[in-house]
Nanobody, 121 residues
Framework: QVQVVESGGGLAQAGGSLRLSCAAS????????MGWYYQAPGKQREVVAT???????NYADSVKGRFTISRDNAKNTVYLQMNSLKPEDTAVYYC???????????????WGQGTQVTVSS
């Protein structure tokens, strides 16, 4: 079993910053890709940013230049530094971790429970 736990959401003013953290733990060989998604009320879940174990990153156009994804492979932890926040960034943010599982090396995605980010204007 793999657990993914996010932290760090909350309320910020427009132009402010928040930092999200997400840690994966449990029974796996390793964690490969990790990422952050967001889901606003009434909308589908969308990718914010992803990062490989080799630290290659990708961002949604809407957050490029404002958000930075990073990770600590030794801790199986991924971070999302969110700067210059806008009201439209308001959403529940979910972390996903792609785990390589014993005993046969199958891969599976595991999602956190989500953390609310609210940006006031």
């Amino acid at each position: 079993q793999v657990q993914v736990v996010e932290s760090g959401g909350g309320l910020a003013q427009a132009g402010g910053s928040l930092r999200l953290s997400c840690a994966a733990s449990g029974n796996f060989f390793r964690i490969d890709d990790m990422g952050w998604y967001y889901q606003a009320p009434g909308k589908q879940r969308e990718v914010v940013a992803t990062i490989t174990s080799g630290l290659n990153t990708n961002y949604a156009d809407s957050v490029k230049g404002r958000f930075t994804i990073s990770r600590d492979n030794a801790k199986n932890t991924v971070y999302l530094q969110m700067n210059s926040l806008k009201p439209e960034d308001t959403a529940v943010y979910y972390c996903v971790a792609n785990a390589l599982l014993p005993p046969f090396g199958l891969k599976s995605d595991y999602w956190g429970q989500g953390t609310q980010v609210t940006v006031s204007s």
